[in-house]
């Protein structure tokens, strides 16, 4: 079955900087896009970063310069590098997937950020 498990979360000060993974079994890794969202508390889950099967990155504007989403195939795992961390960076972050043939979205359990002086 899809498992997407993410990794690496923890509490850092502002301007600090997190590295989580996610791990990824049970579909054909290499050949899909994985993303990266985010859920605050009393907000709405809101799309991070992605990468695509062939290693095009995107990223929202908030993170952009800030964050960087990679990629290892070998291992199936992808990794979001988070840099200059601010208070509003504070929240639950989730991998997600939907696989070839797949009618829906796999998620993650997430993995906490917390962002604090």
């Known amino acids: 079955q899809v498992q997407l498990v993410e990794s690496g979360g923890g509490l850092v000060q502002p301007g600090g900087s997190l590295r989580l993974s996610c791990a990824a079994s049970g579909f054909t890794f290499s050949s899909t896009n994985i993303g990266w969202y985010r859920q605050a508390p009393g907000k709405q889950r809101e799309w991070v970063a992605g990468i695509t099967s062939g290693g095009s990155t995107n990223y929202a504007d908030s993170v952009k310069g800030r964050f960087a989403i990679s990629r290892d195939n070998a291992k199936n795992t992808v990794t979001l590098q988070m840099n200059s961390l601010e208070f509003e960076d504070t929240a639950v972050y989730l991998c997600?997937?939907?696989?070839?043939?797949?009618?829906?979205?796999?998620w993650g359990q997430g993995t906490q950020v917390t962002v604090s002086s």
């Open positions: 997600s997937a939907r696989p070839s043939g797949s009618v829906r979205n796999y």
